[in-house]
């Protein structure tokens, strides 16, 4: 059963102050049209431009998420997109009045909780998954940071944090579903170390910062002067820390792995970029913000990749065939050494995935290139047809009655050498409706992940008996 898009019921509104800019401005979750994505609206700009929320508009994540679009920018966007994506929804509009969305108490908890009174509803079209078929990693070995989507049945994520302090050890926190989202992860709050707080305080950094929208930690001893300063900054009467907690002022966590579940908190949010839903397990350590969009990135590269076409197929080379080479020899008139197709590992009634192992005893390679064996580029073409032969002689009822015979090539392309030791896979998709016995077909022949040569081909079914 597919799984369908989701928008919201209605409209709803949440106001507060940016983090950062210290500004007062409401966020507006708006329902949105299928297949929309999120994509915010800046209403208080002359022309109430739109922002994608998209990976390819990130332009700064120093201090939270930030994205940009023809000049025009939302900031710490991480917290709303979580709770967008940690409830399932796929379409949204959000509006804003001002530059940051605001922090409300550090947590995506206010967005969520708003965002289910407003009726989450499903619309009329299958969400578009991406399903993570083989190990996707990311590695900045300067920040002891790692990234690894692997394949599952579900989106799960898990987080390790490593900050070798002595208030804040290793910690680990994962979701195995974003059913548990709105309970288990949505209230984690952010969090900071006293000393950095300092540093934001003394560089106007944290103008919107509110002792209850973070939690503090105190790894470090700390002058009575500066909790002083701190508490004239945050308009408080008395700041302390909490004894063998190293908490600032008394404040209860959510959850004791609290700082964990709030980094994958941020994950989700962040990943959301990517701009559709994912079916994986993504394991992080050490993640932040950075590194979420940079291993965004690299996730929605290889989507662009694998939906444009020009992706290998996914495929066990070393599987037993559906097709091996004595059948192929009853499908095709070819025999060695013009026979070029080795055996089939996938087909339908579109698609065909067939397979030769280049060999130094090809009888061409004595004669092409002998000092530096090459396959011949009009060898490989023949080798798609003869598989694109055996997908269309697939489409009748009585294949042993026919032949095809090729009609045209169109936009053929070399784009590597093949050379000995090489397994060429071959993927051939019929174009359109086969009609008068005439079929167009995407040929694509590749080397590992690379696409070496493609063709469009055009062939014909003639009977023979």
Do not use: W
């Not at 900045?140 to 302090?165: I, M």
């Not at 503090?216 to 308009?235: A, C, I, M, N, R």
């Amino acid at each position: 059963m597919s799984d369908k898009q989701k928008t919201i019921k209605k409209a709803v509104s949440i106001s507060g102050k940016g983090l950062h800019t210290g500004q007062e401005c409401t966020l507006t979750f708006k329902p949105a049209e299928v297949d929309f994505g999120y994509k915010f609206q800046r209403i208080d700009i002359e022309g109430k431009p739109i922002i994608r929320a998209i990976v390819e508009n990130v332009v700064d994540t120093s201090r939270g998420t930030t994205i940009a679009e023809k000049g025009n920018k939302v900031s710490t966007i991480e917290h709303a997109l979580s709770a967008v994506y940690g409830l399932g929804i796929d379409n949204i509009l959000i509006e804003i009045d001002g530059e940051e969305v605001p922090i409300i108490d550090g947590s995506a908890y206010q967005f969520a909780k708003i965002l289910v009174d407003a009726g989450i509803i499903e619309q009329n079209k299958d969400k578009d998954y991406f399903e993570i078929t083989s190990n996707i990693s990311y590695v900045n070995e300067e920040e002891g940071v790692e990234f690894l989507a692997v394949q599952d049945k579900d989106y799960s994520l898990n987080v390790l944090l490593d900050y070798k302090s002595t208030v804040l050890t290793n910690q680990y926190a994962s979701i195995n579903s974003m059913s548990e989202y709105y309970e288990s992860i949505s209230k984690s709050r952010t969090f900071v170390f006293l000393h950095e707080l300092e540093m934001l305080v003394k560089n106007g950094l944290i103008k919107g910062g509110d002792i209850n929208n973070a939690i503090v930690l105190v790894d470090k001893d700390v002058k009575k002067e500066t909790l002083d300063e701190l508490s004239t900054f945050f308009k408080q009467p008395k700041l302390d820390i909490v004894p063998d907690k190293g908490i600032l002022n008394n404040l209860e966590l959510e959850y004791p792995n609290e700082p964990a579940r709030h980094k994958l908190l941020d994950l989700i949010g962040d990943l959301a970029l990517i701009g559709v839903p994912l079916k994986g397990r993504v394991f992080a350590r050490k993640p932040g913000h950075y590194n979420n969009t940079e291993f965004a990135k690299k996730i929605k590269g290889i989507i662009k990749k694998e939906r444009s076409g020009n992706s290998a197929p996914k495929v066990d080379i070393n599987a037993e065939p559906i097709i091996d080479i004595n059948q192929i020899k009853k499908i095709l008139p070819h025999r060695p050494p013009f026979l070029l197709v080795d055996k089939v590992l996938k087909m339908d009634e579109k698609v065909i995935i067939a397979l030769k192992n280049v060999t130094m005893n090809e009888p061409f390679f004595v004669g092409h290139f002998p000092q530096e064996p090459v396959m011949p580029g009009v060898l490989i073409i023949e080798a798609m047809a003869q598989a694109g032969g055996i997908l269309v002689l697939n489409t009748v009822e009585d294949p042993d009655n026919y032949s095809t015979y090729f009609m045209k090539i169109d936009n053929a392309k070399f784009k590597r050498k093949v050379v000995p030791g090489d397994t060429l896979v071959f993927k051939l998709e019929i174009i359109g409706e086969i009609r008068r016995g005439i079929a167009v077909m995407k040929a694509q022949a590749f080397v590992g992940e690379h696409l070496v040569s493609e063709a469009e081909l055009m062939a014909q079914i003639s009977k023979t008996k």
